[in-house]
Nanobody
Framework: QAHLVESGGGLVQPGGSLRLSCVSS??????????MGWYRQAPENEREFVAR???????LYADSVKGRFTISRDNAKNTVYLQMNRLKPEDTAIYYC???????WGLGTHVTVSS
C-alpha cells in the first residue's frame, strides 16, 4: 500500500512562508481521484482541519488560514502541497496529510513559527 510522506516543515519567523509537500509513494495510480487534505495538531490540542482539495481541484479552508494558505496538487507527481504565507506563532503545529475519508495519514512534519 502506498504511504503518505510529508516534508517541508521547519523553523520560520512570523510573517514568513513555508511550502509543505505530501507524496503518495509507490505506484499509486489512483492518486488523481483522491480528495486530499491537510490537518495540524498543536501541543495539547486536538488535530484540526486546515485545507482540502478534491479531484477536480476545488478547495476548502479553515477560517484561521483562509487567505494565507493555499492547497494545490500535482497528480503527475502524486503530490499535494500546502503553501503557507504570513505565518503566525499560532500556526506552530505538526502538519499531517490525509486521504480524505480514509485512515491513510502521514507521520507529519513539524512547523515552528517563532522569532
Amino acid at each position: 500500500q502506498a504511504h503518505l510522506v510529508e516534508s517541508g516543515g521547519g523553523l520560520v519567523q512570523p510573517g514568513g512562508s513555508l511550502r509543505l509537500s505530501c507524496v503518495s509513494s509507490g505506484r499509486d495510480v489512483m492518486f488523481r481521484f483522491y480528495e486530499m487534505g491537510w490537518y495540524r495538531q498543536a501541543p495539547e490540542n486536538e488535530r484540526e482541519f486546515v485545507a482540502r482539495i478534491n479531484s477536480g481541484g476545488s478547495t476548502l479552508y479553515a477560517d484561521s488560514v483562509k487567505g494565507r494558505f493555499t492547497i494545490s496538487r500535482d497528480n503527475a507527481k502524486n503530490t499535494v502541497y500546502l503553501q503557507m504565507n504570513r505565518l503566525k506563532p499560532e500556526d506552530t503545529a505538526i502538519y499531517y496529510c490525509n486521504q480524505i475519508g480514509t485512515a491513510r495519514w502521514g507521520l507529519g512534519t513539524h512547523v515552528t513559527v517563532s522569532s
